[in-house]
DNA sequence: TCATCATCTTGTCACTGACTAGATAGTGCG
DNA sequence: CGCACTATCTAGTCAGTGACAAGATGATGA
């Protein structure tokens, strides 16, 4: 912004992950290029090479600061509803992360980042349903858990859900979907 | 493929779709390029442009196509969860349908024929609650089950519940996530 | 001071999407 | 039958892009 006066850029690398951010919130990932996101840094086009190698690389940075942010959003929730409800918190206030971090085909899945990151959401989701001892099988229950929360989550990103929301919060409205399924209220099969 | 000796392609139309999916079944949509797709069909680099006009103009019909496969699949499914099971078995059978119908920034969102395919599916969601006549509120018990499902379906895509699966098949496993969620073993709160 | 290294620039190549003009084939209408 | 009309496809072109290579610049430390 201020019209450097130096070679270096000084923050090449965090300047360019959050034009790419501004760029992926508003148009998509596929919107993204390297030499966009270089202009609007004011750098060459080929600058961004050196700190993400190739278009993948900077996309795999990007979900691995997402997933270090979802780990920390979901990191000491009280019970497993309101890791849920962050969960929803965490696609609605980074949306641009989110739709990275579930594109694997977008992103280089065996670097060492974002294996890290991943492994510690992962963990802090494993956590929440870690207490349960009463249950058969705990790991089924945490993807059961993890399915709805990513499902509503997912669905309101792609704005299949808006109306059907109206003025009231994603989050609300999310606890109140799991009020409903948990009631016992929706019945499977046969509701004739 | 047979080496044609007339003019016209014949039905470049179904061609350009079906070499599509294959492309992004294959490497995701961002693989995607005409000119790669014009060659697999024999055809000259801008064939493709008269049937879709541009690039989006392809993924809006590929998405129109899946919504209204999904329909198909929906229809006349006996109960609520067996709906569920074969909006999974979608996800499954067609990848590279589900991807394209559920990123947004890649469709023409006002496409009529879009539009329709979606609306003809949304139905078939709908008629899933219909008849629970007892529910306080049908639609966000339909926006319950359907995160559910889809929050499954994507995990599942992106190959985030490999290990949990195992060997077993995918419809299973979403039929036993059900009825661990509505026996209502899974507390949500204070499970201590 | 000077060597070393990370950072950035410049130049280049093949590829892509989009657009244009024109060639070719099928179709209906006289 | 012949002729216009339209859909389909070809050929040529342009700007933009990702990736790579080679060189310039500045910071760091011995």
Known sequence: MTSRST?????????????????????????????????????????????????????????????????????????????????????????????????????RADDPDLLAAKERASAELRAGVAGLTDLPDARTAGIAAWSLAHGFATLLLTHNVRDALGDSDPEDYFRSLTGLLFAGQLPLAEGE
Chains 1, 2 share one sequence.
């Open 7 to 107: 070679y270096h850029h000084g923050d090449l690398r965090q300047a360019v992950l959050a034009a790419a951010l501004d760029v992926i919130a508003a148009d998509g990932p596929g919107a993204l290029s390297l030499r966009d996101l270089a202009r609007r840094a004011g750098v060459s086009h080929a600058a961004p090479a050196h700190h993400f190698k190739d278009r993948t690389g900077l996309l795999t940075a990007l979900a691995a600061q997402g997933y270090g942010l979802l780990a920390e959003t979901l990191a000491a929730a009280p019970d497993l509803r309101e890791r849920g409800v962050r969960y929803v918190r965490f696609a609605v206030e980074h949306p641009a992360h989110f739709q990275v971090m579930f594109q694997p085909d977008l992103l």
